[in-house]
């Protein structure tokens, strides 16, 4: 059965000091990822996707960057943290192809940027 | 781009109340539907989805939800809630067509069941 990792679990980081969340993917090939941030009461925003190694797309013009080193890794980073970047995030992933498959969401990261 | 609007941000219910949570999108062509729930402290799952067929689709844990294409609607519906139904519930559209199908999810619902 596939499982999807994240970690790690809670993080608290100094305003302007770097950021490394990572997100791994078991039990499947090739899939779609997903990084989203959740903030109460305002959804799920997507940040970043990726249809493939090295394929990045960005949604939301910001302070963070994302990576796919390998097919089933996913790295959300920034240089310099900020403090409205703290927040919820949330990777996922689905089979890769046209529209039609649901998302699996990992246990998410509680970022706090002080 | 297509938007997903959730109606109730907030819903307070005793238990074998009856459950009926709204959604609607905004988006002309062919889409998919989903509801996802996050239990307390759990991760988001999959409640239910709809592709294609008949309009009235059943979950898990006695979830239902109808597919209103005139409408643009995905209502998500449970006879008789009981407490541990209490959780955020998130309603998704995905397009089919317009080159992108990434899904767009509403702002969430939540839900508390009294007991």
């Known amino acids: 059965s596939q499982t999807i990792h994240q970690w790690p679990a809670t993080l608290v980081q100094p305003v302007g000091s770097p950021l490394s969340l990572e997100c791994t993917v078991e039990?499947?090939?090739?899939?779609?990822l997903y990084w989203y941030r959740q903030a109460a009461g305002r959804g799920l925003q997507l940040l970043f996707y990726s249809v493939g190694i090295g394929q990045i797309s960005s949604e939301v013009p910001q302070n963070l960057s994302a990576s796919r080193p390998q097919d089933r890794q996913f790295i959300l980073s920034s240089k310099k943290l900020l403090l409205s970047d703290s927040g919820f995030y949330l990777c996922?992933?689905?089979?890769?192809?046209?529209?039609?498959?649901?998302?699996?969401f990992g246990p998410g990261t509680r970022l706090t940027v002080t | 781009a297509q938007s997903v609007s959730q109606h109730n941000h907030h819903v307070i219910l005793s238990e074998a109340a009856s459950l009926e949570l709204g959604c609607n999108y905004s988006y002309g062509g062919t889409v998919n539907l989903f509801w996802y729930v996050q239990y307390p402290g759990q991760h988001l799952q999959l409640l239910l989805k709809?592709?294609?067929?008949?309009?009235l689709v059943k979950g898990i844990k006695g979830f239902e939800a109808e597919f209103i294409k005139s409408k643009f609607s995905f209502n998500l519906r449970k006879p008789s809630v009981q407490w541990s139904d209490t959780a955020e519930y998130f309603c998704?559209?995905?397009?089919?067509?317009?080159?992108?199908?990434?899904?767009?999810f509403g702002r969430g619902t939540s839900l508390i069941v009294h007991p």
């Open positions: 709809y592709f294609s067929g008949d309009p």
């Open positions: 998704a559209v995905s397009p089919l067509s317009g080159g992108s199908y990434i899904p767009t």
């Open positions: 039990g499947t090939s090739n899939p779609n």
């Open positions: 996922a992933w689905s089979s890769r192809g046209r529209g039609i498959y649901e998302q699996y």
